[in-house]
């Protein structure tokens, strides 16, 4: 059974870091890539960022800015994004997915499996 579970989330001062943590099991990680996404209260959900199965290519949402960092530890079977100088409109909840040997793509009918969700909120 594929499981990802995201965790790291929390409140944070505008300004302000979190890392996330999604841990995968179920499946054999270094085969998937794994992908961010957010929803923000009363919005669609959207592409924060991603990396592909091997690595290589690494994306980011248009509102990410040089912000936001995605990295992966196979051995682990976690990818990460840490969140430097967060805002207000950062508030959403965040999800990880996974997409087997995907390029890192931006779009969710991209990927296979999908975790829970943390909960991010930004105070002013």
């Known amino acids: 059974q594929v499981q990802l579970v995201e965790s790291g989330g929390g409140l944070v001062q505008a300004g302000g870091s979190l890392r996330l943590s999604c841990a995968a099991s179920g499946v054999t990680f270094s085969n998937y890539a794994m992908g961010w996404f957010r929803q923000a209260p009363g919005k669609e959900r959207e592409f924060a960022a991603a990396?592909?199965?091997?690595?290589?290519?690494?994306n980011y949402g248009d509102f990410v800015k040089g912000r936001f960092t995605i990295s992966r530890d196979n051995a682990k079977s976690t990818v990460y994004l840490q969140m430097d100088s967060l805002k207000p409109e950062d508030t959403a909840v965040y999800y990880c997915?996974?997409?087997?040997?995907?390029?890192?793509?931006?779009?969710?009918?991209?990927?296979?499996?999908w975790g829970q969700g943390t909960q991010v909120a930004v105070s002013s």
């Open positions: 990396i592909s199965w091997f690595g290589g290519n690494i």
């Open positions: 997915a996974a997409d087997h040997l995907g390029d890192g793509l931006a779009f969710q009918s991209a990927y296979d499996y």
